[in-house]
């Protein structure tokens, strides 16, 4: 009984007040995050690769440090995802010492310092 109480009380009240009041689609996430368990593995597969090429392609866009890479290395963004990935080099410690802040955050985000 007590367990159930509690999703009852997590879904009921304590998401939805925490989501109205951070501006977050916590509740929203956690249905997705939970149908998505049960999605065919080939289904799981195509979604990844989706996101992964949404990933990539919005770097070389929006990270100067991966624009300035994906425009060296051909980056192609109707490819293979995998094979696009492996394109990427490993960031290291120099490379981002280098390149902060202005070269490896995204010009889509806020940046407070």
């Known amino acids: 009984m007590g367990k159930y109480l509690y999703f009852k009380l997590l879904s009921k009240f304590i998401l939805p007040v925490s989501d109205f009041f951070l501006g977050l689609p916590i ?3 956690l249905s997705y995050w939970r149908k998505l368990q049960w999605y ?3 289904e799981l597969t195509s979604i990844q690769q989706n996101n992964l090429m949404d990933l990539l392609d919005d770097i070389s866009k ?3 440090y991966y624009n ?3 425009n060296t290395i051909k980056f ?3 490819g ?3 094979n696009e990935l492996k394109k990427f080099p490993f960031l290291n410690k120099q490379i981002i010492k280098e390149n ?3 070269g490896i955050i995204s010009k889509k985000r806020n940046t407070y310092f």
Request: a negative charge.
């Open 68 to 70: 300035q890479i994906s």
């Open 80 to 82: 293979q995802p995998e």
């Open 27 to 29: 509740q929203k996430e």
């Open 62 to 64: 929006n990270v100067p």
């Open 100 to 102: 902060l802040p202005d």
């Open 40 to 42: 065919p593995r080939e």
């Open 76 to 78: 192609n963004s109707s």
